[in-house]
């Protein structure tokens, strides 16, 4: 038997309670992990809550990422003692996911553990901080170099957006950062590397289709109008890498930065990620992090306070990466 967070529904209700379970409860696959850690995501917190449709089926263990190391395998791939990670391809959402203290899944799903990490550096990273790898080397990719001018990271006090602040700075990226929460974090943005903040209400306006040109790359985790205003805002031939909808699903813009100022937009999906995309991304992304990094945008709780931090996270007022240890 092993600890885990179930997640029941009863009249169209979500609860959330740590329970035991066996391991012959757990779903299908070729690999059992024994997990370290798994994190807390955007994701997670709408699943725990019940505020997103994000899970169909129950009961359900939550969690879309985990790090531990194997148990058994039927994958030739991986052997007892392999230490891996997941992240993604609906874990914890129609397969249950990392919140548990043991884990059966596919092997094609897993990623080996890169050299120079271990569990909880890796959750420190996770979906977060993969994603926001795949939309620095997006940008990379399409010819955005450090001296074409500033870079616009939205939502810079969550995971992805404050990982992203650090790797564009270690690259030396001038870089701009954009929070709901100038006051509570413009210092501790500023020590990940960020240059300037900026408070996002300068981007949650009606903007014109074009306005003055201003940032050279975008990575955006908002969406909405906070997205609509960066792209009016792009330079000639700049280019915005967008992976998320904290602020809402919709775009109000026009063709017009597209077609008259040669802007790019780039989307950035980590859930299906092919691995040896994935693989080179984490790689590259333990690579870049600087050790500083792990201590300045990470929290750790325990099990029993999922709950908790998914109330806080749904409402903006997480910061920084919550591992939760197992």
Partial sequence: ????????????????????LSTEQLPAGDVLVEVSYSSLNYKDGLA??????????????????????????????????????LTGWGVGENHWGGMAQQARVKADWLVPMPAGCDAKKAMAIGTAGL????????????????EDGEILVTGASGGVGSVAVTLLAKLGYQVVASSGRVAENGDWLKQLGANAVIDR?????????????????????????VLATALAQMNYGGAAAICGLAGGFGLPTTVMPFILRGVNL??????SCPFAKRQAA?????ELLPEAYYDQAST?????QVPEFAQKIVKGAVTGRVLVKL
């Fill in 282 to 286: 984490w790689q590259r992304v333990v």
């Fill in 1 to 20: 038997m092993f600890d885990a967070l179930i997640l029941t529904q009863e009249d169209k209700q979500t609860f959330a309670n740590v329970g035991q």
């Fill in 201 to 225: 209400s300068e981007l949650s306006i009606d903007a014109r289709p074009l306005e003055k040109q201003r940032w050279a790359g975008v990575v955006d985790t908002v969406g909405d109008k």
């Fill in 48 to 85: 725990v809550t019940g505020l997103g449709k994000i899970i169909r089926q129950f009961p359900m263990v939550p969690g879309i990422d985990f790090a531990g190391v194997v148990k058994s395998s039927a994958d030739p791939r991986y052997q007892p003692g392999d230490s891996v990670i």
């Fill in 131 to 146: 994603t926001a790898m795949l939309c620095v080397q997006a940008l990379q990719q399409v010819g955005i170099k450090p």
């Fill in 266 to 271: 780039l989307g950035v999906d980590s859930v």
């Fill in 300 to 304: 750790t709780i325990e099990l029993s």
